[in-house]
């Protein structure tokens, strides 16, 4: 008997459309022109403030683009995107940036409330329980409304704040470091955000400062016909550590909307960077119909010796998500990590996984992967673990499951496996199966019902990845996981 | 990009075209022939030789590889191949039939056919069944290849090899050896088909003799395994020719079956060793093995698809690869797992050894997964020679370079081992000491 076949129909009875985060907040915004030219990039920089080698930094970017061909590689497929038809800039309008939370939009406020980031409550926390603080730098569409704990963070001499803020501020910072984990040509849709990114979060911790708090940025992709172009730049220097959460919703739209963001992680010797995400962007409805694409290039340089970066992702959203958040381990004993669920259902597309490029002596990694597919979803994993010539010592150990609900989804690994060097030692094991017939007997015999059971190998599953998430993160994520297999996990 | 942009050729990819222009009235075949013939060339001269663009040559550029393109060989004298036959040692004393295909024709002087016939296996010239009008299907090319460079290459230039069909229910006593024999004045096309009938079973020896001078060997073994045969097929590569050596097999099994290989690669330079296989019927079973060993700048690949478009059936895949020098090793292995093949039970591993700084391994074990109620699993290694196993032989007083050995021969018998045709575990195992006795 194949799958049980209740779970089967209800799998099939989930209408993926139950996205609880599906509304429309109504607020006026600006936007910018439509199309792609360097009329709009010029438009973009210039309603930023920018400094002119960006400008041209972003031209150039363009230009490269221009002569780009889209890359088809992937195991997705979606309609050919119109660039011409995306709008490059959309802010809310307001005159001038808010003072305090006061100022601030009410129904913008109502909106995160409904996310469940009551802004305004973290202000009161402040004061309480200093540890469990969690900065959050919103985005609403393209620009930073609200920067909470940015005093503190000062305090600290943390500099978290937005990119076109960094760019007025520290320009030395980020001409230093944008583009140097990703270069402006590394691959199509990476060249595309360097020409047109809107704005994303920049982190700077000093040598040696362990960051007071978590920060974290909830994106919103709210106007319609904006592709988000995110850029977020964390450096971390000499003997410093910093923990960031990224967080996703967004509403339900029956247009495609292109999400191409970069992330670059800089660290620097000793330093420490932890990343988490927690996506859950619109799938798309029940015929398969809208939902995000999440074009993503995020990629961590361990730059300095003994540096540590850790990418921690839980992928429930988006009708196609394409995202290798990578590690690149220049420096000797540098570490890398990557712990990854993605749950795909309905008719949801997914291709994601790591690269660890170990170039240093003594560099070790970690990939754990856990595939969840149902309905009639694709969930395909495509890693690379290298390891050149100088990387002596270099450890990794690889291990990709995947679980399949439905006979109608499909379960797909991809590793690529190079060894340069002969004292690198290179492990990798990966599965696919069903939720055994033994292990529901084994249940069910103790008493549980089939929903309980299912849940309770679910969670077991993905259990090794949740640890790895910090606590606000780890609740959400399980919580996201049942939505997105509502009916056949509890 | 601009698929009609014609390609820059290169020294060897003009050499293959003008080698078709020279050759392509002398080549066997009928009409259907000669138009899968120069669609194949066609292939060549639009897309080039397979280079690491091309996804299934990303470890395994040809294209670079290749420097020229010698002509195909001429047909060989009767004196010669004995010669050569007398020299050649694949098993030994093996009490075997053989078939011999000399320079791209087979040779029914040198042949045991009778004695097959008596067992009942028929024997034919492949060149002569090319001339049949219907004759299409023997260059069929299996779905899960797409346009695949080297059969393109093999189909264009194919001149001979032998049609083995075993009669329904026989069972043959003693494995069959199809030795390939090269007398050194160019390249070798062959493509044989073995078709193994209802309850019947059979063990094929595929060797290689002489040499082909400049000329690359391109064979291709198409293994039709009817419901209930048994085959095992064992390909055995040694050697140190430089030119490049492709080896491609097809196996189609029915069910209730079960098709067994080890691709056995030692030392020549540059090896393909790529197969297809795929089941038709339920309830079968296909084992594939494949032990590697490559030193200086060679290159050993082993390349594999396995398609599971039916239920109930099992693949088992088992590689191991031992490097050194600047060697490079690759394993491509991919399980396709069809919607509605339940119960598939698919395991692959690959382990590869590196004995030297600069030697290199890619390992690329594939899942692509349609169904739900499977057990599908891979798992991939690569490391150097455990310090502590070298320490615990040497401590109780075998010599260091012994002690390697042993440790090669373990690594590598596990996969000859469990391969399991008791006939050529001995003799393969005296290669791989040969090989690493060679070193020195």
């Known amino acids: 008997m194949p799958a049980v076949q209740e779970t089967i129909d209800q799998v099939k009875a989930i209408d993926v459309d139950q996205y609880k985060y599906g509304f429309v907040t109504d607020i006026e915004s600006e936007k910018g022109a439509k199309g792609l030219s360097e009329e709009t990039v010029r438009f973009l920089s210039a309603k930023k403030n920018e400094p002119e080698w960006m400008t041209e930094w972003r031209l150039d970017a363009l230009r490269r683009f221009k002569q780009m061909a889209e890359p088809d590689w992937a195991r997705v497929s979606y309609p050919k995107i119109d660039f011409d038809a995306l709008y490059y800039w959309a802010s809310p309008k307001s005159v001038e940036g808010p003072k305090s939370l006061d100022e601030v939009d009410p129904e913008l406020l109502a909106t995160y409330e409904k996310l469940g980031i009551p802004l305004a409550e973290q202000e009161i926390l402040a004061g309480v329980e200093p540890k469990n603080r969690v900065a959050v730098d919103a985005v609403f569409d393209s620009v930073s409304v609200v920067t909470t704990f940015k005093e503190e963070l000062k305090k600290a001499g943390v500099i978290f704040c937005s990119i076109s803020e960094a760019l007025r501020e520290y320009p030395d910072l980020v001409k230093k470091y944008l583009g140097s984990v990703v270069p402006v040509t590394d691959n199509y849709y990476a060249t595309l955000n360097s020409a047109v990114f809107s704005d994303g979060s920049f982190v700077y911790i000093p040598e040696g400062v362990r960051c007071p708090m978590e920060l974290s940025t909830y994106f919103r992709i709210n106007e319609q016909n904006t592709g988000q172009f995110e850029r977020t730049l964390i450096i971390a220097d000499k003997g410093s550590y910093v923990s960031y959460l990224e967080g996703c919703t967004a509403p339900q739209r029956d247009e495609n909307q292109l999400h191409a963001a970069v992330v670059e992680l800089v660290a620097l010797d000793d330093a420490e960077i932890k990343y988490s995400t927690v996506q859950n962007w619109f799938p798309g409805d029940k015929e398969g119909k809208g939902g995000i694409y999440n074009f993503v290039t995020k990629r961590g340089d361990c730059r300095g010796k003994n540096s540590k970066i850790s990418w921690t992702q839980v992928e429930t959203g988006s009708a196609i998500t394409w995202k290798y958040p990578s590690c690149i381990l220049r420096g000797d004993n540098s570490r890398g990590e990557f712990y990854s669920i993605a749950v795909s259902n309905g008719f949801q597309q997914i291709d994601s996984g790591t690269k660890m490029i170990h170039l240093g002596k003594n560099t070790s990694s970690r990939i754990i992967s856990k595939g969840i597919s149902a309905g009639k979803s694709s969930n395909t994993y495509r890693g690379l673990v290298s390891a050149h010539r100088k990387a002596s010592q270099a450890r990794n150990f690889t291990q990709c499951d995947s679980l399949l609900i439905g006979q109608d989804c499909g379960a797909h690994t991809v590793p690529y496996i190079e060894s340069k060097n002969a004292s690198a030692q290179f492990e990798h094991e990966a599965t696919t199966s069903k939720i055994s017939d033994d292990q529901m007997f084994y249940c069910l015999q103790r008493g549980l019902s089939e929903e309980e059971a299912v849940a309770l190998i679910v969670n077991g599953f993905v259990k090794d990845v949740i640890q790895q998430l910090p606590m606000e993160f780890a609740v959400e994520a399980q919580k996201l996981i049942s939505i997105s297999l509502e009916g056949s996990v509890g | ?440």
């Open chain 2, 1 to 440: 990009m601009n698929a009609s942009l014609p390609i820059k050729h290169t020294q060897a990819e003009t050499d293959l075209i003008d080698r078709f222009d020279a050759a392509k009235a002398h080549l066997p075949g009928s009409q259907v022939i000669v138009g899968l013939r120069d669609s194949a060339v066609s292939q060549i001269r639009d897309k080039g030789l397979p280079h690491r663009r091309v996804e299934e040559y990303k470890y395994t550029d040809l294209r670079a590889y290749m420097k020229s393109g010698a002509p195909l060989a001429g047909p060989a004298t009767l004196d010669e191949v004995r010669a050569i036959l007398d020299a050649q040692d694949s098993y030994g004393d093996l009490d075997r039939y053989r078939i011999v295909i000399a320079n791209g024709r087979f040779m029914a002087d040198v042949s045991d056919a009778p004695a097959l016939a008596g067992e009942g296996v028929t024997v034919t010239d492949f060149s002569e069944a090319l001339s049949a009008e219907t004759a299409a299907d023997l260059l069929a090319q299996p779905t899960t290849a797409g346009l695949d460079g080297v059969l393109a290459l093999n189909t264009a230039f194919v001149q001979g090899g032998v049609l083995l069909v075993v009669k329904e229910g026989a069972a043959v006593s003693k494995p069959v050896e199809v030795v390939h024999v090269g007398t050194g004045s160019g390249a070798l096309v062959t493509r044989s088909k073995i078709t193994v009938s209802k309850g019947a079973s059979l063990r094929v020896l595929e060797t290689f003799a002489g040499d082909t001078g400049n000329g690359e060997i391109n064979a291709v073994f198409d293994y039709h395994v009817a419901d209930g045969a048994k085959v095992a097929a064992t390909r055995l590569i040694a050697g140190d020719a430089d030119p490049a050596r492709l080896f491609t097999t097809i196996a189609t099994i029915g069910a209730e079956a079960e098709f067994k290989s080890l691709g056995f690669i030692a030392g020549p330079s540059f090896v393909r060793n790529q197969q297809f296989v795929n089941f038709t019927g339920e309830h079968s079973e296909a084992k594939i093995y494949g032990v590697s060993m490559a030193r200086g700048e060679g290159v050993a690949d082993q390349t594999l698809i396995v398609d599971h478009a039916v239920p109930h059936c099992n693949s088992r895949e088992f590689f191991k690869t031992v490097l050194d020098d600047r060697a490079r090793g690759v394993y491509q292995g991919r399980i396709n797992v069809a919607p509605h093949a339940q119960k598939t039970d698919g395991e692959m591993m690959t382990q590869a050894l590196l004995l030297s700084e600069e030697a290199e391994m890619a390992n690329k074990p594939e899942l692509e997964i349609f169904a739900d109620d499977v057990i599908c699993a891979h798992g991939a290694t690569s490391g150097q020679m455990d310090e502590d196993l070298l320490f615990y032989l040497r401590a109780r007083g075998i010599p260091e370079d012994e002690a390697r050995t042993l440790l090669v021969l373990a690594f590598l018998s596990e996969a000859i081992e469990e391969y399991g045709e008791d006939d050529v575990t001995e003799g393969l195992e005296a290669r791989v000491r040969d090989w690493l006795a060679a070193k020195n």
